[in-house]
């Protein structure tokens, strides 16, 4: 079974500040790794994806997030906030190739944006 | 493209009351259909999943039911709604296992009192 940690259920940044989420994963074979976003009172929305192939994968509104298999991680970031990148942000795994149809969900992130 | 829909957005209902939430899927066949819920605090939790029609499989035995009378429907419901119910609810599709991520719904927030 795979599971997913997401460290920090709050994250505060100012406005224009670097967004760093930290997500970390244990499967036991590599997964496909997500990350979607979720405003108050909406469904989720997916940002970005990693299957297979490049490690870096960039998503909508300026995000990106790196596999790395050696540290099971796939944390997401951004260079610079934005006021309207507050909301909550999960993490999610899937192990591919096998009869397992769920995702894995982290607990999530909020992040809250200072002007 | 596909869309999916979920309705109402938002249902206060009283204790003992019946419950009845639907989700449809245009644009594809034979998705992959799930019912989350979200709790304050709580994270997303899986309710049921289905791969085809009748074909329902619950994650959490409760007073929920779910049903799929066709391929692109997916309707929720309760017979007696309990205060522990209240939650948004999230309806999602995807193609095969799930492998490229689900689609979400908007979500309907309901409120038992």
């Known amino acids: 079974a795979q599971s997913v940690t997401q460290l920090g259920s709050h994250v505060s940044v100012s406005e224009g500040a670097l967004v760093l989420l930290r997500c970390n994963y244990s499967?036991?074979?590599?997964?496909?790794l997500f990350w979607y976003v979720q405003y108050p009172n909406q469904g989720l929305q997916l940002l970005l994806k990693?299957?297979?192939?490049?490690?870096l994968v960039k998503g909508i509104n300026g995000f990106e997030a790196e596999f790395k298999k050696s540290e099971t991680s796939f944390h997401l970031t951004k260079p610079s906030a934005h006021m309207s990148d507050a909301a909550e942000y999960f993490c999610?795994?899937?192990?591919?190739?096998?009869?397992?149809?769920?995702?894995?969900f982290g607990a999530g992130t909020t992040v809250t944006v200072r002007a | 493209s596909q869309t999916i829909h979920q309705w109402p957005a938002t249902l206060v209902q009283p204790v003992g009351s019946p419950l009845s939430l639907e989700c449809t899927v245009e644009?594809?066949?034979?998705?992959?259909l799930y019912w989350y819920r979200q709790a304050a605090g709580r994270g997303l939790q899986l309710l049921f999943y289905?791969?085809?029609?009748?074909?329902i499989s619950s994650e959490v035995p409760q007073n929920l039911s779910a049903s799929r009378p066709q391929d692109r429907q997916f309707i929720l419901s309760s017979k007696k709604l309990l205060l522990s119910d209240s939650g948004f609810y999230l309806c999602?599709?995807?193609?095969?296992?799930?492998?490229?991520?689900?689609?979400f719904g908007s979500g309907t927030r309901l409120t038992v009192v």
């Open positions: 999602a599709w995807s193609p095969l296992q799930g492998l490229f991520g689900y689609t």
């Open positions: 499967s036991s074979v590599p997964p496909y």
């Open positions: 990693y299957t297979t192939g490049a490690t």
């Open positions: 999610v795994v899937i192990r591919p190739r096998s009869n397992d149809y769920k995702l894995s």
């Open positions: 644009g594809t066949s034979n998705p992959n």
């Open positions: 289905s791969v085809g029609i009748g074909q």
